[in-house]
Protein backbone atom coordinates (compact mmCIF):
# COMPACT_ATOMS: atom_id res chain seq x y z
CA UNK A 1 0.00 0.00 0.00
CA UNK A 2 1.06 3.53 -1.21
CA UNK A 3 1.66 6.05 1.59
CA UNK A 4 3.22 9.51 1.44
CA UNK A 5 3.78 11.03 4.31
CA UNK A 6 4.62 14.95 4.60
CA UNK A 7 6.24 16.74 7.56
CA UNK A 8 8.04 20.00 8.54
CA UNK A 9 4.94 22.51 8.35
CA UNK A 10 4.39 25.05 11.00
CA UNK A 11 3.65 28.91 11.25
CA UNK A 12 6.06 31.21 10.84
CA UNK A 13 7.03 34.92 10.67
CA UNK A 14 7.25 36.61 7.29
CA UNK A 15 11.12 36.31 5.83
CA UNK A 16 11.40 32.80 7.74
CA UNK A 17 12.38 29.77 6.58
CA UNK A 18 10.70 26.26 6.69
CA UNK A 19 11.69 22.82 5.18
CA UNK A 20 8.97 20.27 4.28
CA UNK A 21 9.97 16.64 3.35
CA UNK A 22 7.66 14.02 1.95
CA UNK A 23 8.72 10.17 1.84
CA UNK A 24 6.62 7.30 -0.21
CA UNK A 25 6.67 4.66 1.07
CA UNK A 26 4.77 0.89 0.23
CA UNK A 27 6.44 0.13 -3.28
CA UNK A 28 10.03 -1.98 -3.92
CA UNK A 29 11.14 0.83 -6.64
CA UNK A 30 11.48 4.57 -6.95
CA UNK A 31 8.59 6.60 -8.56
CA UNK A 32 9.40 8.57 -11.38
CA UNK A 33 8.18 12.08 -10.05
CA UNK A 34 6.90 13.26 -6.37
CA UNK A 35 5.55 16.31 -6.41
CA UNK A 36 4.97 19.20 -3.98
CA UNK A 37 1.29 21.23 -4.52
CA UNK A 38 -0.24 23.50 -2.30
CA UNK A 39 -3.55 24.86 -1.75
CA UNK A 40 -4.48 28.03 -0.39
CA UNK A 41 -8.30 28.62 1.79
CA UNK A 42 -10.47 29.41 -1.23
CA UNK A 43 -7.91 29.38 -4.05
CA UNK A 44 -7.71 26.53 -6.47
CA UNK A 45 -4.71 23.54 -5.75
CA UNK A 46 -1.24 24.54 -7.50
CA UNK A 47 1.56 22.88 -8.51
CA UNK A 48 5.07 23.67 -6.56
CA UNK A 49 7.72 21.73 -7.44
CA UNK A 50 8.29 18.49 -9.45
CA UNK A 51 10.94 15.94 -7.73
CA UNK A 52 11.79 13.62 -10.72
CA UNK A 53 14.81 11.01 -10.62
CA UNK A 54 15.62 12.97 -13.81
CA UNK A 55 16.07 16.18 -11.66
CA UNK A 56 13.44 18.53 -9.77
CA UNK A 57 12.34 21.91 -10.40
CA UNK A 58 10.43 24.61 -9.31
CA UNK A 59 6.66 25.09 -11.82
CA UNK A 60 5.23 27.98 -9.30
CA UNK A 61 6.67 31.57 -10.97
CA UNK A 62 5.61 33.06 -7.06
CA UNK A 63 8.20 30.67 -5.20
CA UNK A 64 11.04 30.79 -7.82
CA UNK A 65 14.16 32.36 -6.10
CA UNK A 66 12.66 31.55 -2.93
CA UNK A 67 11.89 27.62 -2.71
CA UNK A 68 14.20 25.11 -3.70
CA UNK A 69 13.27 21.51 -4.20
CA UNK A 70 15.70 18.33 -3.98
CA UNK A 71 15.19 14.71 -4.54
CA UNK A 72 18.15 12.11 -3.75
CA UNK A 73 18.72 9.74 -6.66
CA UNK A 74 17.78 6.27 -4.77
CA UNK A 75 14.73 7.71 -2.65
CA UNK A 76 11.52 8.23 -2.86
CA UNK A 77 11.94 11.05 -0.95
CA UNK A 78 11.53 14.60 -1.77
CA UNK A 79 12.55 17.97 0.02
CA UNK A 80 11.49 21.56 -0.50
CA UNK A 81 13.25 23.92 1.36
CA UNK A 82 11.22 27.45 1.78
CA UNK A 83 12.92 30.58 2.42
CA UNK A 84 11.74 34.42 2.59
CA UNK A 85 8.63 33.08 3.33
CA UNK A 86 5.70 35.43 2.69
CA UNK A 87 2.40 35.22 4.14
CA UNK A 88 0.41 34.20 0.59
CA UNK A 89 2.53 31.32 1.18
CA UNK A 90 0.67 29.98 3.63
CA UNK A 91 -1.66 26.55 2.92
CA UNK A 92 -1.79 22.80 2.58
CA UNK A 93 1.20 21.23 1.44
CA UNK A 94 0.79 18.21 0.10
CA UNK A 95 2.65 15.59 -1.90
CA UNK A 96 1.84 13.44 -5.02
CA UNK A 97 2.97 10.47 -6.70
CA UNK A 98 1.53 8.85 -10.33
CA UNK A 99 1.75 5.17 -11.20
CA UNK A 100 0.21 3.54 -14.04
CA UNK A 101 -3.56 4.64 -13.41
CA UNK A 102 -3.42 5.23 -9.86
CA UNK A 103 -2.58 9.04 -7.90
CA UNK A 104 -1.63 9.00 -4.40
CA UNK A 105 -1.65 12.10 -1.88
CA UNK A 106 -0.25 12.41 1.09
CA UNK A 107 -2.64 14.00 4.09
CA UNK A 108 -0.89 17.51 3.87
CA UNK A 109 1.16 19.61 6.24
CA UNK A 110 0.08 23.11 7.23
CA UNK A 111 2.10 26.30 6.44
CA UNK A 112 1.07 29.54 8.27
CA UNK A 113 3.12 32.65 7.70
CA UNK A 114 1.95 35.56 9.63
CA UNK A 115 2.78 39.20 8.73
Known amino acids: QVQLVESGGGLVQAGESLSLSCVASGVKFLFDSIDWYRQAPGKERELVAT???????ISADSVRGRFTVSRPRNKNTVYLQMNSLKPEDTAVYSC?????????WGQGTQVTVSS
Open 96 to 104: NTRFRENTF
Open 51 to 57: GRIAGSA
